[in-house]
C-alpha cells in the first residue's frame, strides 16, 4: 500500500484539477435545465417540508415519516438546503448534485492514487467516472440527489476504511462505520458496503491480516436494519411489485438481460432512456439464458487471469455485488433496467479495464495505443455526456427521447402527457395519454390523467367513465374518488361529492387532501363550520402547507372569526414568503380593521410579488389613497 509522496502533490493537484474542468465542462447544458417531470414534484416542487426550507419541524419530519417509498434523511435535508439558499431556481439544485458528482470523482482518484500509487490509471478510472454517459441520469436528475449523496458518503467511508487498514486504529473504524451510516441514511443502495470492501481488501488493498473478515460484522447492523427500514418503506407505497405479478423466473431472466444490457451500453452507450419499461412475463426465455451463459463466460475467463491480473475478477465482482440491491429479484417500480444503477457498480468495470490495459501494454507500441484509446473514450463519454445532459432540459424533451429510443413505453407516454398538460397542451397530451392506455390499459395513472384532460375538454361523461374504470381496478383510489368529487361540487351535487371523498377516507395513506376537498365543498354549501373542521383535520396531518392556511383563514374571515384568520394567513406566509394572495389577503383584512398601515405593508409586499393580478392591484390602489389621507402618512 502506497501513500501521497510530497514531491508529487503538483501532480496531484494537476489532476484533480483536470478532473473538475472537464467534468463542469461536460455538464455545462445542466444549468440550462429546469425541473424534470419526473418526481421532482414528489422530492422538491410540491414537497411542502422540503419548500419550507430548514425548521424544526421538516427535520423531524425528514427523520420520521417515509416518503417515495423510501427512508431517506439526509437527502430530504440536503433539498431543504438547497431550498433555503435557491429557493425553486432549478440551476442552484443541479449545481448541487454537480458538486456531488465531482466531489466523488475525486474520491475515486484519491483512492486508488493512494492504494496503488498509479497516478494516471487512477486518473483513467475517475475520469470514465466522471463522464460516462450513463451517469447523467444521477447528476441531471434533481429528485436523484440521494445517488449521488449516498456514494459521496460511501466513498469518504472507503477512504476512511483505507486508513483504518493502515493504522488499525479504532477512531478510523468508528469513522467508517459512521460515515457507512450516513451513506445508507442518504439510499440504501451501499447495503453491500462490507462485502464491497472484503473485494477491497483482496485488491487493491491485498490484505492478509486476521481481522480482515471479523471488522466487517458490525457493519451488518446498520445493513439490516436499512433493509427492514427501506423494504417497509416501499411496501407501504406499493413499490414493490408483489410476487404474484411477476414469476421469479421472469425477474431472474430479466436481471441476466439487463446485466448484459448494462455492460453493453458501458462500451457503447446509445439509445439511452430515462425509462426501460418491463417487458413482464412475457420475456424471452431464449435471450435469458444467452445472457447468462455470457456473464458466466466472462466470470471464467476472469477466474482463469485472477493469479496474473486480480483486478479484473474483483471488478467484475464488485459491479454484480453493488448491482445486487436493485437487480430486479425484489422487483421495484416498473422499469426493467435503469441507468442510474449503474452509477456505483461501474466503478468495478473501469477499475478493471484500466489495469487490464495497462498490464497489457507491455511495450512501448502497446502504451502509446493504450493511452490514445484511453484519451479518445474520455473525449467520447464527455462529449456524449454533454449532449444527453441536453435532453434533461424539461420532462417534454426527457419523455421524448425516452418514447424514441425505447418500445411499447406507457410510462413514457404518460409522463410525456402530464408535461403537454402542464403546458396547456392539451390535445397533445391526451394522444399520448391514449397511447399509453393502448399499450398498457390497465396503466390507472394514464387514465386518470386522461380524465383531467377530458375535464378540461369539457367531455364530461368521457372523463366520469375513465374514473369509474380505475375505481373498478381499485375501489378506494384516492385520485379517482377525487376527481369525482371535485366534477360534483362544480355541478353542486355536493352528497354525490361528499360521498366519493368519504369512500377514499377509509383506505388513503394521506388524508389530507380529502380533507381539504371536503372542507372546499361545505365551504360551497355554505356551512362554513363544517369547513373549519374539516380544514382544521387537514392541518393536523399536514401543517406546515400555506395552501391549506391560507384557505382556512379565509373560512375564519367569513366566519368572523378574524384574530384567528390573522394568525392563520400569517402562517400561510411563514410556510411561504412569496405568497402573493396571503399578503394581499391579510392586508385588507388590516384594512377592514383600519389598522392602515400594517395594511398598506403587507398589501405592497403583494403588489411587488405579484404586480400584474388584477384584485390586487385594485386593493393597492385603494390602500395608498387610504394610506396617504391617514395620519399616519
Known amino acids: 500500500m502506497v501513500s501521497i509522496k510530497p514531491l508529487n502533490r503538483k501532480k496531484t493537484l494537476i489532476h484533480l ?40 419541524q421538516s427535520i423531524s419530519w425528514a427523520f420520521t415519516h417515509f416518503h417515495s417509498a423510501n427512508w431517506h434523511p439526509l437527502t430530504w435535508l440536503s433539498h431543504m438546503l438547497d431550498c433555503e439558499i435557491y429557493g425553486l431556481n432549478a440551476t442552484g439544485h443541479h449545481l448541487t448534485n454537480l458538486i456531488f458528482h465531482i466531489s466523488n470523482s475525486i474520491f475515486i482518484y484519491l483512492f486508488f492514487v493512494i492504494a496503488t500509487g498509479a497516478r494516471y490509471r487512477s486518473l483513467a ?138 455492460l453493453s451500453k458501458t462500451i457503447l452507450p446509445i439509445h439511452q432512456s430515462v425509462l426501460y419499461p418491463h417487458p413482464g412475463n412475457t420475456i424471452s426465455m431464449v435471450n435469458g439464458i444467452i445472457c447468462t451463459l455470457v456473464l458466466i463466460g466472462l466470470l471464467i475467463l476472469s477466474i482463469r487471469q485472477f493469479k496474473k491480473m486480480p483486478f479484473i475478477l474483483t471488478g467484475y465482482i464488485w459491479f454484480f455485488i453493488a448491482l445486487s440491491p436493485v437487480i430486479g429479484i425484489i422487483q421495484v417500480g416498473s422499469q426493467s433496467m435503469a441507468e442510474r444503477y449503474t452509477y456505483i457498480p461501474h466503478i468495478g468495470l473501469f477499475w478493471a479495464f484500466i489495469w487490464m490495459m495497462g498490464y497489457l501494454a507491455k511495450n512501448y507500441y502497446l502504451k502509446v495505443c493504450f493511452v490514445l484509446f484511453v484519451c479518445s473514450a474520455i473525449i467520447g463519454f464527455g ?22 429510443n425505447t418500445t411499447n413505453n406507457y410510462i413514457a407516454h404518460n409522463n410525456l402527457g402530464v408535461c403537454l398538460f402542464q403546458n396547456n397542451h392539451v390535445k397533445e397530451a391526451l394522444e399520448h395519454l391514449n397511447k399509453s392506455i393502448a399499450i398498457e390499459p390497465d396503466c390507472l395513472e394514464a387514465r386518470l390523467n386522461k380524465a383531467e384532460c377530458l375535464l378540461l375538454l369539457h367531455k364530461n361523461q368521457e372523463a366520469i367513465r375513465e374514473f369509474q374504470y380505475v375505481l373498478t381496478k381499485s375501489p378506494e383510489d384516492e385520485k379517482a374518488h377525487l376527481g369525482l368529487a371535485e366534477h360534483y361540487r362544480k355541478k353542486q351535487r355536493y352528497q354525490i361529492a361528499i360521498d366519493h371523498c368519504q369512500k377514499a377516507l377509509t383506505k388513503a ?125
Open 17 to 56: 484539477s483536470l478532473i473538475v474542468m472537464l467534468t463542469f465542462l461536460a455538464y455545462i447544458p445542466i444549468f440550462q435545465a429546469d425541473f424534470a417531470g419526473y418526481d421532482d414534484s414528489l422530492y422538491v416542487t410540491g414537497n411542502d417540508w422540503v419548500l419550507c426550507g430548514l425548521t424544526f
Open 125 to 262: 478510472v475517475a475520469l470514465f467516472f466522471a463522464l460516462h454517459p450513463l451517469h447523467v441520469e444521477s447528476v441531471a436528475w434533481i429528485s436523484e440527489r440521494k445517488d449521488v449523496l449516498s456514494t459521496f458518503w460511501g466513498l469518504l467511508c472507503i477512504l476512511a476504511y483505507y486508513r483504518y487498514v493502515k493504522t488499525l486504529e479504532r477512531r478510523h473504524y468508528c469513522l467508517m462505520i459512521f460515515l457507512f451510516c450516513l451513506s445508507l441514511m442518504s439510499k440504501p443502495m451501499l447495503v453491500t458496503m462490507p462485502v464491497l470492501l472484503i473485494i477491497l481488501d483482496i485488491w487493491p488493498l491485498q490484505r492478509k491480516d486476521s481481522k480482515r473478515f471479523w471488522d466487517k460484522l458490525l457493519m451488518f447492523v446498520p445493513v439490516i436494519a436499512s433493509s427492514i427500514v427501506t423494504y417497509i418503506a416501499q411496501l407501504k407505497d406499493d413499490a414493490v411489485n408483489p410476487i404474484s405479478s411477476l414469476s421469479l423466473s421472469s425477474r431472474v431472466l430479466n436481471a441476466m438481460i439487463s446485466s448484459v444490457q448494462y
Open 383 to 404: 462529449v456524449k455526456t454533454s449532449f444527453q445532459t441536453f435532453f434533461w432540459k424539461n420532462g417534454q424533451t426527457l419523455f421524448t427521447q425516452a418514447i424514441a
Open 509 to 633: 395513506s394521506a388524508r389530507w387532501p380529502l380533507y381539504v376537498k371536503l372542507a372546499d365543498i361545505y365551504e360551497d354549501m355554505d356551512e362554513l363550520n363544517k369547513s373549519a373542521y374539516y380544514y382544521q383535520q387537514a392541518l393536523t396531518e399536514h401543517y406546515i402547507s400555506p395552501i391549506i392556511h391560507y384557505h382556512y383563514a379565509r373560512v375564519l374571515v367569513a366566519s368572523q372569526k378574524y384574530i384567528e384568520a390573522i394568525y392563520h394567513f400569517k402562517k400561510a406566509i411563514d410556510f411561504d414568503p412569496d405568497f402573493a394572495k396571503a399578503y394581499n389577503s391579510l392586508g385588507a383584512l388590516y384594512a377592514w380593521n383600519n389598522q392602515i398601515k400594517k395594511a398598506f405593508k403587507f398589501i405592497s409586499i403583494a403588489h411587488q410579488l405579484a404586480p400584474d393580478d388584477e384584485e390586487i392591484i385594485n386593493n393597492y390602489k385603494k390602500i395608498q389613497e387610504r394610506w396617504k389621507s391617514s395620519k399616519e402618512y
